[in-house]
């Protein structure tokens, strides 16, 4: 399975953790999902600060960007980090019990699918 995979489910599970309108059963899956994979963010997160280390420069103002000469091969860093392979972790969620807790616009829904388990 691709880190960014792990990754995007993540962030999709985050953005709704402080809906208090979600059945235990499914928070209970959603929380494990996101304590198992937690190894994998701290991952990507140190990979992409190395990755824009490598490529970023100091602004006048003390901050760093990445100049725009150097954007394309920065974003093909990240890009390529994500592709790494990453251990799946296991846990699916029903659809069934997706759609009777919550409301998720295509773009939460598209990073859970790999996660999902249809009846």
């Known amino acids: 399975m691709k880190l960014s995979t792990i990754i995007n489910a993540r ?3 985050e953005s ?18 996101v304590v198992k994979t937690q190894g994998d963010q701290e991952f990507y997160i140190s990979e ?5 280390n490598k490529y970023a420069e100091a602004k006048e103002d003390g901050t760093s960007i990445v100049p725009k000469e150097k954007m394309a091969d ?6 390529k980090l994500g592709e790494t392979e990453a251990e799946d972790p296991g846990i699916r969620f029903k659809l069934a019990e997706l759609a ?5 616009s295509m773009k939460q829904m598209f990073p859970l699918l790999d996660f999902i388990e249809e009846e």
């Open 11 to 13: 962030s999709v599970l």
């Open 48 to 52: 992409v600060r190395k990755i824009f």
């Open 74 to 79: 920065f974003q093909a860093d990240v890009t």
């Open 16 to 33: 709704i953790a402080d809906r208090e309108d979600v059945g235990a059963h499914l928070s209970y899956w959603m929380t494990r999902f």
């Open 100 to 104: 009777d807790n919550l409301k998720l």
